[in-house]
T-cell receptor
């Protein structure tokens, strides 16, 4: 059973528009959520995170929204750029030492110019 | 500042063999986590080492084992390789067990 779900395997967006990537989770013990970006032949790169005590976190063009009651988070990229084309992973963990970082299957974002 | 490095980049083994993958953590990091990423899947947590002790483990059999050395570098050992072990193996380091993890480029293991 998947504890972190990214239901859209792919997303295509035009340059300059907004990209919205979605993620759902089932485990109510998760209290920290992260987004990673992965290019081919590279490891995942940390993008942005949010603690369960917040509902929004912004970093430049990237904003993560958390809806705890719906167990849903989303990553907004505005404006989207061709260099944003990559696989985006949503990840979550609890607050115990040694706890696993649980990843979704990823969403492939393609930004066309 | 040197990032996380992994060796080798690619590896081909046959079923039943044993393999050792290596990871050098980012300077100043004392925690290493290992993940397995099968094709089309997200990374799956194997285990985490903090100050040379395993302090967390995912749903992987005992034939997956590891070590962390005093300089915080780490090894992942897999015995009795199976075809399903073919995957990208990722190492991530962090300062502390709950802080942001920085990933290496991975080792692509193919089991024939």
């Amino acid at each position: 059973d998947q504890q972190v779900k990214q239901n859209s395997p792919s997303l295509s967006v035009q340059e300059g528009r907004i990209s919205i990537l979605n993620c759902d989770y089932t485990n109510s013990m998760f209290d920290y959520f992260l987004w990673y970006k992965k290019y081919p032949a590279e490891g995942p790169t940390f993008l942005i995170s949010i603690s369960s005590i917040k509902d929004k976190n912004e970093d430049g063009r990237f904003t993560v929204f958390l809806n705890k009651s719906a167990k849903h988070l989303s990553l907004h990229i505005v404006p989207s750029q061709p260099g944003d084309s990559a696989v985006y992973f949503c990840a979550a963990r609890g607050n115990q030492a040694g706890t696993a970082l649980i990843f979704g299957k990823g969403t492939t974002l393609s930004v066309s110019s | 500042e040197t990032g996380v490095t992994q060796s080798p980049t690619h590896l081909i083994k046959t079923r039943g063999q044993q393999v050792t993958l290596r990871c050098s953590s980012q300077s100043g990091h004392n925690t290493v986590s290992w993940y397995q990423q099968a094709l089309g899947q997200g990374p799956q947590f194997i285990f985490q080492y903090y100050r040379e002790e395993e302090n967390g483990r995912g749903n992987f059999p005992p034939r997956f084992s590891g070590l962390q050395f005093p300089n915080y570098s780490s090894e992942l050992n897999v015995n009795a390789l199976e075809l399903d072990d073919s995957a990208l193996y990722l190492c991530a380091s962090s300062w502390g067990q709950l802080n942001e993890q920085f990933f290496g480029p991975g080792t692509r293991l193919t089991v024939l």
